[in-house]
């Protein structure tokens, strides 16, 4: 009963907060408060991840097999938790971490550059003095 | 050799990219041991992927390289399909001229260019060639983020930053979501593999994963809906196409090419992959619904892309919107779903790549020339650099669809696969066709026979390599248009008839665990 209670919570608050992170990206006009919010999306969905990854189907065990002889094999399969999606979370991480930091630089050069984080500054159309200014320099 | 070239192809490009760095340091940022060292590079990768391409092409069944030994499903393999094969030899056949392209164009920073543009070769490579959908995540962002960067390469400009940021955060997003459609169909078919998944849904039995575990038509529509909306941000169609046309002009040149005429076939390579080799013939019911989709964004694209090249003053733009549209005409053969429609579609894929890359590659002479991108300082150039115009000619009518260049023929094929479905779909595709037209003719019109004609302060003329790479590819234009029955026969109709082939593709992956 508290079991299904929490696990309701869990599954309730990360659909929550997916819209909450997509809502930031699309609305929020300051550059760094959608990194945020893309950053709390890429966090839910690794957690979306993993929760799927650990099945309720079989007793869960961390994936260490005690002893090692090929009897104990079948046992470790039967009782540990799937290890895959801990290991493809991490990959994401990595890789999330890299755009972030892409990003997070682009938005600090930027604002050296233009003086404003603020997506509303950015949008006017460009002028033709910027088109002669042409593809160098 | 044959399994080595498969290996080999995606890991050469990454090697170079990531030892680049180092060796400047050492070279103290040499131009000409930089642009050489680029171009053995690509050129390697260039070798072994027309070795993959013959090898795939003698052999009857795909190739597939597994990692480490590890054997599918349970190791990462490498599959690789003619229709793989081909997509990676345009790209290294393009990325090798692109490098000959932008030693003269590339002004400063050779090196970390590079850097980033092997990256983005190694990464497109990996789309194209892996066999297993997490590594296709994973190789879509190596391409992602050496993208981004690419388009942020003039970092002193904040609308290059600007431009850059809007596609990495929607990009990021895309990918992110594709995540989490590998989470749900993880989650029911208990692999990632998609020689395996295709043999789960067509209820080939194996010998180390079992069944599946939850309904794979409920699992199967909500994963395929999120991929196919990630794999359409990344291929810009209508909905998700707002980044391109910023992003795409703020590159240098050389990368624009490589952006438009590359990097967006990863997205519809993938759609094809999961419609025509994974789900092929399944679930009936999602797939009738993804076709309709796809025909009603593609169409919208292919329209949308058209009627907003004729407004541009900036003429990479304009090209930009020209790549929406075409690539909607891809989108649209997909969601036909024909075998007909698929050898359109690979066919469309491979010429507008060339002609897109060239339509750029040209342009950016003219650019260089008169210091500017908008249209009208472009006037009259054409006659300065006669050997830039012709080239522009050639890929800006090859693109319309003028009887002897290239697209005109897959825009044949085109037109068959769609009216067979419905002849509004054909229909599109001749008036979004004629509106570009009148489009390039602008822009023709403009640059051949427009008033002035002078170089502008500061204006610079096309060094010999830059104007011989774009001679050579107007070249290759013509000859795959003369040659394009042949070149059908032989290459396109064998890479559509083996993608769609679902039991060789499982076959060739899991021989050794596939119950008889």
């Not at chain 2, 090798?96 to 392209?101: D, E, P, V, W």
């Not at chain 2, 999961?274 to 329209?303: D, E």
Request: hydrophobic share 55%.
């Amino acid at each position: 009963m508290l079991e299904d209670f929490l696990w309701g919570i869990s599954v309730v608050g990360l659909a929550v907060t997916l819209v909450i992170s997509l809502y930031g990206i699309a609305v929020k006009p300051n550059l760094i408060k959608k990194l945020i919010a893309l950053t709390i999306l890429g966090d839910t969905a690794n957690l979306i991840f993993i929760i799927i990854g650990y099945r309720l189907i079989y007793p869960v065990k961390p994936p260490i097999l005690p002893v090692w002889k090929r009897s104990y094999v079948g046992t470790f399969a039967a009782h540990a938790v799937d290890p895959l999606p801990q290991a493809l979370v991490l990959t994401a991480v990595v890789i999330g971490m890299a755009v972030n930091v892409l990003i997070a630089f682009a938005i600090i050069q930027l604002y050296r550059l233009h003086g404003s984080v603020d997506v509303r500054d950015l949008r006017q159309l460009p002028e033709l003095p910027e088109l002669t200014g042409g593809d160098e320099e | 050799m044959s399994l080595n070239a498969v290996a080999l192809t995606p890991i050469i490009p990454i090697v170079f990219a990531f030892a680049l760095p180092m060796l400047s340091i050492v070279f103290k940022g040499n131009r000409k041991v930089v642009e050489g060292y680029a171009l053995v590079g690509t050129g390697l990768t260039l070798l072994t992927s027309v070795l993959l391409f013959l090898k795939v092409y003698s052999s009857s069944a795909p190739l597939v390289y597994s990692f480490g030994g590890w054997r599918a499903p349970v190791g990462i393999i490498y599959e690789v399909d003619r229709l793989g094969a081909l997509m990676a030899i345009v790209t290294t056949f393009l990325m090798f001229l692109i490098t000959i392209y932008s030693y003269r164009y590339i002004e400063e920073g050779l090196e970390w260019y590079y850097t980033l543009y092997l990256g983005l070769e190694a990464g497109l490579l990996g789309v194209f060639l892996t066999g297993d959908a997490f590594n296709l995540f994973v190789m879509i962002e190596v391409t992602s983020i050496a993208a981004y960067a690419l388009v942020m390469f003039y970092r002193n400009r904040w609308r290059a930053l600007s431009a850059g940021l809007r596609y990495a955060f929607i990009g990021a997003v895309g990918t992110t979501i594709y995540f989490i459609a590998l989470a749900i169909i993880y989650y029911a078919f208990g692999t990632l593999n998609m020689a395996n998944m295709s043999a789960l849904l067509h209820g080939m039995t194996f010998q180390v994963v079992g069944s599946p575990y939850a309904s794979l038509v409920k699992a199967s529509a909500v994963a395929l809906a999120l991929a196919v909306w990630a794999f359409l941000i990344k291929a810009a169609i209508v909905p998700n196409h707002f980044w391109l046309p910023d992003a795409h002009p703020a590159a240098p040149t050389p990368v624009s090419a490589v952006l438009s005429g590359l990097v967006v076939n990863a997205g519809v390579y993938a759609v094809m992959r999961f419609i025509f080799t994974i789900y092929r013939g399944t679930v009936p019911g999602v797939i009738h619904a993804l076709s309709v989709v796809l025909m009603v964004v593609g169409a919208a694209s292919a329209l949308l892309g058209a009627v907003l090249m004729v407004v541009q003053r900036d003429v990479k733009r304009l090209i930009a919107y020209s790549t929406i549209m075409h690539m909607g005409y891809i989108v649209m053969a997909i969601g036909v779903g024909s075998q007909l429609a698929l050898e359109a579609a690979i066919f469309h894929t491979v010429n507008h790549a060339i002609a897109k890359a060239l339509l750029f590659l040209s342009v950016g002479i003219f650019i260089r020339m008169a210091g500017s991108r908008d249209i009208a300082r472009l006037a009259g150039l054409g006659r300065k650099a006669p050997a830039a115009m012709v080239p522009l000619a050639v890929s800006a009518l090859s693109l319309v669809g003028i009887p002897p260049f290239n697209v005109f023929f897959s825009k044949l094929l085109l037109f068959d696969a769609l009216s067979q479905r419905s002849y509004v779909l054909a229909l599109v595709l001749v008036v979004s066709s004629v509106i570009a037209l009148t489009s390039y003719m602008r822009v023709l019109y403009e640059v051949w026979l427009g008033e002035g004609g002078e170089m502008r302060e500061g204006g610079r003329k096309a060094g010999a390599s830059m104007t011989a790479v774009c001679v050579f590819l107007a070249i290759v234009c013509v000859a795959l248009g003369i040659a394009a029955p042949y070149v059908v026969a032989h290459y396109i109709h064998p890479a559509a008839s083996q993608a769609v082939n679902y039991t060789a593709y499982v076959k060739a992956a899991l021989s050794g665990v596939l119950k008889a």
